[in-house]
């Protein structure tokens, strides 16, 4: 699934930036009534920001999935992934991502597991790997209308440098 190789992509280009990504989950529920499309856009930009701000962070990476339920209202579940040698801890980060949600009129978000990774392929980034793959469970997505994106994710680029190590 599409949604695998993004969350794969950008954990692999943040850890080309950073040797340990801390990494976090979160699902986001919405109010119908306070609703409107571009609400999940302005979450993103505005605490990615702040995020940014408070850890003098140089990137903030995400991936997003929209799941239906059958009632017909829908929420988000997203990862977001952090220079871990700035950020170790979910609580500042899930402060920032709960006030900018509530501001949009929208209920508490939970936060599921945190994850801090190491720039190798070992049990922590197997494990976190195998949590984030929930955001690609087929359950509940043949409800999403067609016109909508049904997932989305930053575009956080390999570091230059790593990719000239790489390759010289």
């Known amino acids: 699934r599409k949604i695998l190789w993004k969350i794969h992509d950008q ?6 930036h ?9 699902d986001f529920h919405i109010n119908q009534e306070n609703w409107e499309e571009s609400n999940l856009s302005t979450l993103l930009k505005r605490s990615s ?3 940014k701000t408070k850890y003098k962070a140089k990137r903030v990476a995400y991936v997003w999935a929209r799941e239906a339920s059958r009632s017909g209202s ?3 579940h997203a990862v977001f992934m952090l220079d871990g040698n700035k950020v170790n801890r979910a609580t500042a980060t899930y402060d920032i991502l709960t006030k900018e ?3 949009l009129g929208h209920p508490r ?8 990774i190491a720039s190798v392929v070992d049990n922590n980034f197997t494990d976190a790997f195998y949590h984030f793959s929930y955001l690609a469970k087929v359950y509940s997505k043949y409800l999403q209308p ?14 230059e ?8």
Do not use: T
Request: aromatic letters at 12%; hydrophobic letters at 35%; proline letters at 4%.
């Open 109 to 116: 978000p939970s936060m599921s597991r945190s994850h801090m």
């Open 101 to 103: 949600w509530e501001k």
């Open 146 to 159: 067609d016109r909508f994106r049904n997932f989305g994710a930053s575009n956080i680029k390999p570091s």
């Open 161 to 168: 440098q790593n990719l000239v190590k790489k390759y010289a």
């Open 49 to 51: 920001a702040k995020v």
């Open 11 to 16: 954990l692999k280009n943040m850890r080309s």
């Open 18 to 26: 950073h040797c340990k990504v801390f990494c976090i989950r979160i």
């Open 74 to 76: 829908h929420h988000y």
